[in-house]
């Protein structure tokens, strides 16, 4: 039996699956990542982080599963998009890496938008905190001796592979986010690097996402019992490998991400560069395809907040108790998710959280599903802003974490009057992506054939929509109301 293994490096935890040549799940697991925000609007992690999470969690699948262990045939990578490792000569992390999530480089998109013409056109995207061109300038100014001893620029999921291979590989999906790339051409681009300060000579060397970057070391091999020499996929972004993991390989395929960030992803065969609302166009893990972006920054990671100052003990109990409630809709107060700033429509890293119409009778279930709707209709912007910018929406899978609630899909599906595909594996997520891109560096099929069938529809609601169109109408307004 084939097997293939597949590691997502995510923002949260690092998740580990094996998976047969059929998809089913063999065996799992997770180990937890934390963030540090040592200064306003600072987020990072140490990338050595990501890979005692990694190396955790393949040791746990080597101590409870050691035969499947042994019987997988390719491993493939995904992560976190947008994070900056800077390695020195020694293959050491010099400083903890800026996530995706971070937004102290507002100045220096504005700098990177006036010296280089037409920078989306280029890139894809114009250039926004958060992504690694910008992040790269703030460190050329902020901190210039640790860009003097970076001998590589790595992303997330590329320093975990450097520290299974011992080598500095990337693709070209999650590299083209980076906003260093020529995208179109896929290939890094000059002129993108100088204006950051830096060489394409500290950039990976870059393979196609389902093609072998780098093999295992011997001696990782032996510690977590896998097979010598085995073969690494290239891998892909969190959000590209989600789309393999969403059956998303056709132009026109969409699905929408619920897990600690919201996506909602559209694959293109044709370069459509986004050149506003927060949106931005970068390759996908497919090869000849490309894929239309829009992010909400706080998704799953809104219900997650709210349920800490509630002291929601199990959120999967909370969003039923908030279903069963049937809550009056003139009770349901309205949220904006801006909890740290937000990308689409508003391109934003200084947007703030509001909580507004809050009445007598609310309490914790009201409040919950204010949040929850707030979050429905920040996809819906996302949504708005996809078909502003061209996109083709054919049918529109829903996986991540928040995909366990089916109401909180069908609240999305009312809001965008869109139905929505559950998947069977819609909770794998990028890991089952980075399995299926592993399987295809060893020679087997991307995607499979059952990836369109056996999934529940969820459809819009029609006795909903009223209440929901007026709660969105006050939601709009938040945003237009906050102090410049």
């Known amino acids: 039996m084939s097997l293939f293994l597949g590691l997502d490096i995510g923002t949260s935890a690092v998740k580990a699956i094996i998976i047969d040549a059929e998809d089913r799940e063999q065996a799992s697991a997770v180990a937890p990542l934390s963030i540090d925000h040592p200064h306003p609007l600072w987020s990072e992690q140490h990338p050595d982080a990501w890979w005692a999470a990694s190396a955790a969690v393949l040791d746990r699948l080597a101590a409870d599963h050691p035969k499947l262990m042994s019987g997988v045939a390719a491993l493939g990578l995904s992560g976190q998009m947008l994070g900056v490792a800077l390695i020195d000569a020694a293959g050491r992390p010099i400083r903890p890496a800026p996530l995706w999530n971070?937004?102290?480089?507002?100045?220096?998109?504005?700098?990177?938008?006036?010296?280089?013409?037409?920078?989306?056109?280029?890139?894809?995207?114009?250039?926004?905190?958060g992504f690694s061109a910008p992040k790269?300038?703030?460190?050329?100014?902020?901190?210039?001796?640790?860009?003097?001893r970076t001998r590589c620029i790595l992303l997330t999921k590329d320093y975990v592979r450097l520290c299974l291979t011992g080598e500095a590989i990337s693709d070209r999906a999650d590299s083209s986010a980076t906003l260093l790339m020529d995208t179109q051409a896929g290939t890094w681009s000059p002129q993108l690097a100088e204006a950051c300060g830096i060489s394409t000579?500290?950039?990976?060397?870059?393979?196609?996402?389902?093609?072998?970057?780098?093999?295992?070391?011997?001696?990782?091999?032996?510690?977590?019992?896998?097979?010598?020499n085995l073969p690494i996929a290239g891998g892909a972004g969190d959000n590209?490998?989600?789309?393999?993991?969403?059956?998303?390989?056709?132009t026109g395929d969409a699905y929408i991400s619920l897990g600690t960030s919201g996506v909602y992803f559209v694959a293109n065969d044709r370069f459509v560069p986004a050149r506003g609302q927060g949106m931005h166009t970068h390759r996908h893990a497919v090869p000849g395809l490309f894929g239309q972006h829009g992010c909400v920054l706080s998704a799953a990671s809104a219900l997650n907040w709210v349920a800490g100052i509630l002291g929601v003990v199990s959120i999967e109990r909370f969003l039923a108790e908030i279903e069963a409630a049937d809550l009056p809709p003139a009770d349901i107060p309205v949220f904006s998710p801006y909890l740290g700033g937000e990308r689409t429509p508003h391109d934003d890293p200084l947007a703030t959280a509001t909580l507004s119409n809050l009445r007598g009778?609310?309490?914790?279930?009201?409040?919950?599903?204010?949040?929850?709707?707030?979050?429905?209709?920040?996809?819906?912007?996302?949504?708005?802003a996809l078909i502003a910018a061209g996109a083709s929406i054919g049918t529109i899978a829903l996986v991540g974490g928040g995909a366990r609630s089916r109401f909180w899909g069908q609240l999305i599906a009312t809001v965008i009057?869109?139905?929505?595909?559950?998947?069977?594996?819609?909770?794998l997520g990028p890991a089952l992506g980075a399995a299926r891109l592993a399987r295809q560096a060893s020679g087997g099929g991307l995607s499979h054939e059952g990836d369109r069938h056996g999934m529940t529809m969820l459809e819009p609601r029609a006795g909903w929509r009223p209440g929901l169109e007026e709660r969105r109408a006050i939601y709009r307004q938040h945003y237009a109301k906050l102090p410049v």
Do not use: N, Q, Y
């Open 417 to 427: 009057d869109r139905p929505l595909l559950l998947p069977p594996l819609a909770l």
């Open 240 to 250: 590209m490998a989600g789309a393999i993991g969403a059956g998303v390989v056709r």
């Open 136 to 148: 790269i300038l703030w460190l050329s100014r902020h901190e210039p001796e640790a860009l003097k």
């Open 201 to 228: 000579g500290l950039l990976p060397e870059l393979v196609e996402s389902g093609e072998v970057g780098g093999t295992l070391r011997p001696e990782l091999a032996r510690r977590f019992g896998l097979r010598s």
């Open 102 to 129: 971070d937004s102290r480089a507002g100045a220096e998109c504005a700098e990177l938008d006036v010296k280089v013409a037409d920078f989306a056109g280029i890139a894809g995207a114009r250039p926004m905190p």
């Open 361 to 384: 009778a609310a309490g914790p279930l009201h409040i919950g599903r204010g949040v929850i709707e707030g979050v429905a209709f920040a996809i819906a912007d996302c949504h708005d």
